[in-house]
């Protein structure tokens, strides 16, 4: 239990990939219409894709979910796997064409679980309703459950989708600009609040997203997420940013490569500045060295991907 900075990470993930699936996928959705061909065609790739990655990241059906001899199940156990799921529901459900069928949804998921965690176990380490279904599930299948849930959660990452997706709807929508900054901060205050006022009741738990968590985490997206809207959408300060628009526009890059590939990158390090601290008079620092080197190598490589994929659309 807890709640820090770092708990925000992976929701805020979610967070992010509903809005985007509300910008990306839009253009299949108008009011004049859906084309529905183009529409799964583009959303079964950018979902099999994710899978394909968060599956090579976790060794695909071998890796094992506790440290043991014993194999387990694990083709669902990576933070890739959520953000595609989260991706696709956010997708289906702009099939919804009322915004507020879609917000009754994902409500609907987020509290339909935390109903389930409520009366079906409590919040400890080992007799969440989380961990129970899991631990039942894998038994099944042979292998062992860990702390880090993701069965019976996936309905509320669904959720999260959903409800992420009105957030893109609000950007791209016909409101003012400085509405549109009210509509998101004011809808993520409220959101923070509510989960304040739940923790007392229900801990915040990043391994089973208890309700408090998810909507004190994606509050703060919300909050977040305005206040980058102004600073860039309506004040134009966009000097200084382009790290994070590379990072932003080759995300999935960037992840494979320090998930994947990164026991290519420290011999790749190592060998341009191998000796150097040592030179100039200790070797303690040679960490320090290899993890700058390893930060530029990162972004070189993101750089050449983006070169080839603009090269690519043209």
Not at 249 to 267: D, E, G, K
Request: aromatic share 12%; hydrophobic share 55%; with cysteine.
């Amino acid at each position: 239990t807890g709640f820090g900075i770092l708990d925000c990470t992976q929701p805020l993930f979610i967070f992010v990939t509903g809005v985007s699936a509300s910008l990306a996928m839009r253009k299949f959705v108008t009011d004049d219409g859906v084309d529905l061909r183009a529409f799964w065609k583009r959303l079964a790739s950018r979902t099999l894709m994710l899978w394909a990655c968060g599956s090579l990241i976790r060794g695909v059906l071998t890796f094992r979910l506790v440290t043991g001899s014993q194999p387990s199940f694990c083709l669902y156990s990576d933070t890739l796997h959520t953000i595609a799921l989260a991706y696709f529901a956010a997708s289906v459900g702009l099939l919804l064409r009322k915004a507020w069928i879609r917000l009754a949804v994902g409500l609907s998921l987020v509290a339909g679980t935390a109903v389930v965690m409520a009366l079906c176990g409590d919040y400890t380490q080992h007799g969440n309703a989380a961990r129970l279904f899991e631990e039942w599930v894998y038994g099944k299948l042979g292998g062992r459950a860990k702390d880090f849930c993701y069965l019976l959660t996936t309905f509320t990452w669904a959720g999260m989708g959903i409800l992420a997706s009105l957030a893109g709807d609000v950007l791209k929508g016909g409101l003012k600009p400085w509405t549109k900054a009210k509509v998101l901060s004011g809808a993520g205050v409220a959101a923070f609040l509510i989960g304040l006022c739940l923790m007392p009741r229900i801990p915040a738990i990043r391994f089973i997203y208890t309700v408090s968590f998810v909507f004190a985490t994606q509050g703060l997206a919300l909050v977040l997420l305005a206040g980058l809207f102004v600073l860039t959408d309506i004040w134009q300060v966009r000097r200084g940013t382009g790290l994070f628009v590379l990072f932003g526009q080759c995300s999935l890059a960037a992840w494979m490569i320090v998930n994947f590939f990164n026991c290519s990158l420290y011999p790749a390090a190592d060998l341009f500045v191998k000796g150097i601290p040592k030179l100039i008079g200790t070797a303690a620092y040679q960490p320090i060295f290899n993890s700058v080197v390893r930060v530029a190598i990162l972004i070189w490589a993101l750089h050449v991907w983006r070169r080839i994929r603009r090269k690519g659309a043209q």
